[in-house]
């Protein structure tokens, strides 16, 4: 045999011991650097990150979906662990959990919001279960009620005045008219309908209102102003006004950290409840929903009788 035979020879067996790389082949490539990448990004970083941290770290080499999909499957495998009910999720690695800023996520006597919690571990990752109820009674609360996004109206049976070119807008929606006041104590938005119905939304969710005679004060005092600021001559006495609607409850008297959460239930009474984080507050909060349906006058009566009583 000849060199130039040889060599030929040689070269086609070679290739017939080298398979062709495949599709599979590439995912599996693709799949096998995305998962070294997300755990090499996370040491690099040094702290909890989050799928934008990824994405950035990425520089477009990754997709939303494969980076995802990757995390999903790291975190089922025990590489990542990932954070229960954050959003935006982040994620650390599972030798991070001692460290003091993630360690109160991990303790199997309280969360960082006090509720009993237990960590249970599985395939799909590490779960978080809070007792609730501990967690309501372990809660420091307010000692004072408040009310807040509350809901007033009032009849005026001929509203005028009312312009376009004066900040009030109209609605097709509601088919009304409303305007914003937003340089009072709270802000209001009055709501005009063609029927002479005029409502005005209080709001005052981050600074609610107490539930007693100087809150009530303060509260009048705003809704006199804007009747002064309206300029209307047919509208009635604040004290005449009806309170609608209010949220009635209390916050957490200390600040708290940690996932958010909102739960809405019935009570016995057929009205809504909640108990939600507050975030802006950093609080946790408990309300009612309720419909008084009963005029300012009523309400001041009703919490002299009470404060006299005690």
């Given at each position: 045999?000849?060199?130039?035979?040889?060599?030929?020879t040689?070269?086609?067996?070679?290739?017939?011991?080298?398979?062709?790389?495949?599709?599979?082949?590439?995912?599996?490539?693709?799949?096998?650097?995305?998962?070294?990448?997300?755990?090499?990004?996370?040491?690099?970083?040094?702290?909890?990150?989050?799928?934008?941290?990824?994405?950035?770290?990425?520089?477009?080499?990754?997709?939303?979906?494969?980076?995802?999909?990757?995390?999903?499957?790291?975190?089922?495998?025990?590489?990542?662990?990932?954070?229960?009910?954050?959003?935006?999720?982040?994620?650390?690695?599972?030798?991070?959990?001692?460290?003091p800023?993630?360690?109160?996520?991990?303790?199997?006597?309280?969360?960082?919001?006090?509720?009993?919690?237990?960590?249970?571990?599985?395939k799909?990752?590490?779960?978080?279960?809070?007792?609730?109820?501990?967690?309501?009674?372990?809660?420091?609360?307010?000692?004072?009620?408040?009310?807040?996004?509350?809901?007033?109206e009032?009849?005026?049976?001929?509203?005028?005045?009312?312009?376009?070119?004066?900040?009030?807008?109209?609605?097709?929606?509601?088919?009304?008219?409303?305007?914003?006041?937003?340089?009072?104590?709270?802000?209001?938005?009055?709501?005009?309908?063609?029927?002479?119905?005029v409502?005005?939304?209080?709001?005052?969710?981050?600074?609610?209102?107490?539930?007693?005679?100087?809150?009530?004060?303060?509260?009048?005092?705003?809704?006199?102003?804007?009747?002064?600021?309206?300029?209307?001559?047919?509208?009635?006495?604040?004290?005449?006004?009806?309170?609608?609607i209010?949220?009635?409850?209390?916050?957490?008297?200390?600040?708290?950290?940690?996932?958010?959460?909102?739960?809405?239930?019935?009570?016995?009474?057929?009205?809504?409840?909640?108990?939600?984080?507050?975030?802006?507050?950093?609080?946790?909060r408990?309300?009612?929903?309720?419909?008084?349906?009963?005029?300012?006058?009523?309400?001041?009566?009703?919490?002299?009788?009470?404060?006299?009583?005690?």
């Amino acid at each position: 045999m000849n060199v130039a035979s040889h060599q030929h020879t040689s070269t086609h067996n070679k290739g017939t011991r080298q398979r062709a790389m495949t599709k599979d082949d590439d995912t599996t490539m693709t799949t096998t650097t995305c998962r070294y990448f997300i755990l090499a990004h996370a040491k690099r970083l040094n702290r909890a990150l989050t799928y934008s941290d990824l994405l950035e770290g990425a520089e477009g080499r990754y997709t939303y979906g494969t980076l995802r999909n990757n995390v999903s499957t790291l975190i089922n495998d025990g590489e990542v662990f990932k954070f229960p009910k954050e959003n935006p999720a982040r994620f650390i690695l599972p030798g991070w959990k001692d460290r003091p800023e993630y360690r109160r996520w991990f303790q199997n006597d309280k969360n960082p919001m006090g509720g009993r919690v237990k960590v249970i571990e599985s395939k799909r990752g590490s779960m978080v279960r809070v007792d609730f109820v501990s967690f309501v009674e372990s809660l420091d609360w307010e000692g004072l009620c408040y009310v807040h996004d509350v809901r007033v109206e009032f009849d005026a049976v001929r509203v005028d005045g009312i312009r376009s070119s004066d900040g009030w807008l109209w609605s097709l929606r509601s088919h009304s008219w409303l305007r914003k006041f937003d340089d009072l104590e709270f802000p209001l938005t009055v709501q005009v309908y063609d029927t002479g119905r005029v409502q005005v939304a209080v709001k005052c969710s981050l600074k609610p209102i107490p539930f007693n005679f100087e809150g009530l004060t303060r509260l009048t005092s705003v809704l006199g102003e804007l009747k002064g600021r309206l300029g209307w001559s047919n509208v009635p006495n604040v004290a005449d006004w009806t309170v609608t609607i209010w949220h009635y409850g209390k916050d957490s008297k200390s600040e708290v950290s940690g996932a958010s959460f909102n739960v809405t239930f019935e009570t016995w009474s057929k009205t809504l409840a909640r108990i939600y984080t507050k975030l802006e507050l950093n609080k946790i909060r408990v309300e009612e929903i309720q419909s008084p349906r009963r005029t300012v006058q009523d309400l001041f009566e009703t919490i002299m009788n009470r404060e006299e009583s005690r």
